[in-house]
């Protein structure tokens, strides 16, 4: 079982920037992907950004060149920097692990709400 805890979300001014990261533990393997997801009110949960076990990275349209998506291994801990934050990007944000295509694992969530 693999646990996912979400931290670093909160109430920002637009332009602003946070960073969110997701620390896990229990049995996650070495080779696994790391995502974020986002959904706002009233909208379907979307992709945001994942980094893979080699480091590669996807983003978005709606966020590349915005948001970093980052992980560190040793602190089982993955990242999401977000700058030049817009209101449209208010939303509960949610990190998830897994492979092949298929997150296995999330966590509960962050809010983050900009404000315009």
């Known amino acids: 079982q693999v646990q996912l805890v979400e931290s670093g979300g909160g109430l920002v001014q637009a332009g602003g920037s946070l960073r969110l990261s997701c620390a896990a533990s229990g049995r996650t393997g070495s080779s696994y992907t790391a995502g974020w997801f986002r959904r706002a009110p009233g909208k379907e949960r979307e992709f945001v950004a994942a980094v893979s076990w080699s480091g590669n990275v996807v983003y978005a349209d709606s966020v590349k060149g915005r948001f970093t998506v980052s992980r560190d291994d040793a602190k089982r801990t993955m990242y999401l920097q977000m700058n030049s934050l817009k209101p449209e990007d208010t939303a509960v944000y949610y990190c998830?692990?897994?492979?092949?295509?298929?997150?296995?694992?999330w966590g509960q969530g962050t809010q983050v709400t900009v404000s315009s």
């Open positions: 998830a692990v897994g492979g092949g295509g298929t997150y296995n694992y």
